[in-house]
């Protein structure tokens, strides 16, 4: 296909503005092209829309986004027009991905490998993110593998092809991509925020169980996986591989190997949102979807729960929900072998695992409602003359109240740690945590 | 450390073949013709590379049918994209494109062909009439379930192609698209990377507008996107079909 510019094409605004040089040709779709331009001595990126593909209409809203301004600084949102009087085309300047991020098919194909502390990351910078985009009143309407990108060691995302939001309610040409639409959109319903949810859960389930929720036993009996066929299985009869009354469309081993691999390694809190997502989020749309708040506590609560077996060194999840039936002690997914767990703090029913290199944000502390990762709260640490002995060290600005189990209270400066001692309570301002050993095997290795 | 921090494989995909079924008659050696599909080709294979690493959900397999003065697997094998080589055609003889059908149809029967799979896309490239029976041949595709499946398409090369023929190839695509006319070397490459890349996308993953029900009044299964335009400014070396 001839491209629409050049390396080195110069356009010229209608506005007078200075030239824009064209850098190089970053990949075409459906509606246009996108090219990494230099302008006002800064790298961007150009979307350049075909003539034949948009309206004024479509102008209009773009405008309208670019005044609304990005949701947060993960969506590369659109920043400002560019018309060409010569070709009477148009397009928008928006910011350029970095290339730390990869696209979701790399991890789909395994081409990045995260680690699942990582994707709990990812999983809540998407909640997060769309969240704000949802508080300001507009829909995405089209979550899928080629819009979102993330950077596979931080866990932080990009939000790529945003001049297709729209407001709640509103109707637009894009209805999504098949796979992740809501079954309502596939039936031809317009996309809103609740088919949104429904989206982030499809990404998500595919980004925990490498999967689709919907491709059990059904799917394998299609032969023949066309039009008719998706209509089918992600429209008129979408039924959960793990409905838990339902049994009929279950996994099949061979064909649906990682949903079964993973399924059972997730805690039940975890499971239980996908279930819910699956099973009353496709019955009632409205309100049986799993919202962003709730994902993005879900996320964290998944994050906090991740252990690392000291014979692999891979990560586990522990699960408290199962400390009864698995006695304590899970097997490792990697190796096998049993994980002695590491002391948790709990705060508020809510047990926060500390492995050798935790680190705990404010928000773990003081509640959901800011969420800083720059710096720590608290983080362990090894008393530096007795290495078999672990602390948690207070990282914060406030001094915090540690209270043993015999009763003796001392204060713990910021700088200083206080010992993983069973039973000890420390009082973080308004909240209070206690140090649990849930193991009694394990009180000194946190390896 | 084990070498994967998660375990499991890769997303499960479908199989995804694609087929030419090129034809290499003696007039394929004239004006370049059979040297400008060799070329189209050639040119393609990087981009549906880069396509194929950006599809999670096929596996595209490729392999090659001729036809002339009989009919024979070119690239016999279902090859991954990834590790696909194009071995130059070359042009003498008939134009026995019954036989390639037939060759086709014992491809297409189950097994070979696996039970779970995307539709299969099938590109009949011509630049004349058959020479033999086509009809029984077609008759046998058509007759198999894969066959009736797949996405059946055709490039005419150059003004003597048999359209009728090429259309009763297709099928209910006929409908759609029609044979691709290509009058030029340049229409020829845009119109296999076209079947190449855009319609391989479509068939593993239709667009959005097709999936809402009601939507399509389209009989086909595999909606097909619009094909690139003919190119209207003919360079005058393009110009010798």
């Known amino acids: ?29 459906g509606q246009g092209e996108v090219y990494r331009v230099k302008h006002k001595g800064k790298y961007m990126a150009l979307k350049w829309y075909y003539p034949t593909t948009v309206n004024t209409a479509y102008l209009k809203n773009l405008e309208r986004l670019i005044n609304k301004g990005p949701p947060n600084e993960n969506f590369l949102w659109p920043m400002e027009l560019v018309f060409d009087p010569d070709s009477d085309g148009f397009g928008y300047l928006m910011p350029l991905r970095d290339e730390r991020y990869h696209s979701i098919v790399d991890l789909m194909k395994r081409r990045v490998e995260p680690s699942f502390q990582t994707l709990a990351m990812v999983g809540f910078n998407l909640a997060h993110s769309f969240l704000q985009l949802h508080s300001k009143g507009m829909c995405y309407s089209d979550i899928s593998f080629g819009n979102i990108f993330l950077e596979p060691d931080e866990g932080n995302i990009l939000i790529c092809d945003n001049d297709n939001c729209i407001f709640d309610g509103e109707v637009t ?28 859960a499809v990404l998500l389930f595919y980004i925990f169980y490498l999967h689709h929720p919907l ?96 014979a692999c060194g891979s990560e586990n999840c522990f699960d408290p929900a199962s400390k009864a039936e698995t006695n304590l002690r899970a097997d490792c997914w990697s190796c096998h072998k049993q994980i002695p767990l590491p002391p948790a703090l709990k705060i508020n029913q809510h047990l926060i695992m500390l492995n050798y290199d935790t680190k705990i944000y404010p928000h773990q502390v003081k509640g959901e409602t800011v969420f800083d990762f720059s710096s720590p709260y608290a983080l362990i ?50 909240t209070e945590g206690v140090i649990e050993i849930i193991d009694d095997l394990n009180q000194k290795d946190l390896n | 450390m084990t070498d994967k921090k998660r375990p499991g494989g890769e997303l499960a995909s479908r199989p995804l073949h694609f087929i030419w079924i090129a034809d290499c008659s003696g007039s394929m050696g004239v004006d370049g013709k059979i040297q400008s599909l060799n070329n189209a080709i050639r040119e393609a294979i990087p981009e549906m590379q880069a396509t194929a690493q950006d599809n999670p959900n096929a596996q595209v397999l490729m392999r090659a049918i001729r036809f002339s003065s009989g009919a024979q697997w070119h690239i016999s094998q279902p090859t991954p994209i990834e590790d696909f080589k194009w071995e130059d055609l070359s042009a003498d003889g008939v134009t026995d494109m019954g036989k390639a059908f037939a060759l086709l149809a014992e491809q297409l029967t189950i097994p070979p062909m696996e039970e ?126």
């Open chain 1, 1 to 29: 296909m001839n491209q629409i510019f050049k390396a080195g094409d110069k356009i010229i605004p209608h506005n007078g503005a200075k030239a824009l040089v064209v850098e190089k040709f970053l990949g075409g779709g």
């Open chain 2, 116 to 241: 779970r799979a995307l539709p299969p896309v099938l590109v009949l490239v011509s630049d004349g009439q058959p020479s033999d029976d086509y009809g029984s041949g077609l008759k046998q595709i058509e007759e198999l379930p894969w066959g009736k499946k797949a996405v059946r398409l055709s490039i005419a090369i150059g003004e003597d192609a048999d359209h009728e023929v090429l259309k009763k190839f297709m099928g209910r695509y006929a409908e759609e698209v029609g044979p691709l006319q290509a009058n030029n070397p340049s229409d020829l490459k845009n119109y296999v990377r076209w079947v190449s890349t855009e319609v391989i996308k479509t068939a593993s993953s239709p667009p959005s507008s097709e999936l809402e029900e009601g939507a399509s009044g389209k009989t086909v299964n595999v909606p097909i996107p619009l094909p690139p335009a003919k190119s209207e400014e003919l360079e005058a070396e393009d110009d010798v079909w």
């Open chain 1, 381 to 430: 640490n090894r008393h530096p003359r007795n290495p078999d002995r672990w602390g948690l060290k207070n990282t914060s600005k406030e001094k915090w109240v540690s209270i043993s189990p015999q009763g003796i209270i001392k204060d713990v400066e910021p700088g200083k740690s206080i010992s993983l001692a069973g039973g000890t309570r420390i009082i973080f301002g308004k």
């Open chain 1, 215 to 310: 491709e059990g036993k059904r799917e394998a009996a299609i032969k023949c996986f066309d039009l008719p066929a998706m209509k089918k299985l992600y429209g008129s009869e979408p039924l959960f591989i793990f409905d838990p009354v339902d049994h009929s469309n279950r996994p099949v081993p061979g064909l649906h190997n990682n949903a079964l691999i993973y399924w059972n390694l997730y805690p039940h809190f975890f499971k239980e949102a996908f279930i819910r997502s699956f099973t009353a989020g496709i019955k009632d749309p409205l309100h049986g979807r799993v919202r962003e708040t709730e994902w993005r506590s879900i996320m964290l609560k998944l994050f906090d729960s991740m252990i690392y077996c000291p």
């Open chain 1, 173 to 200: 040409a894009i209805k999504g991509t098949p796979r992740f639409m809501a079954p309502e959109v596939v039936q031809g319903n317009n996309p809103n925020i609740q088919s949104d949810l429904f989206s982030l």
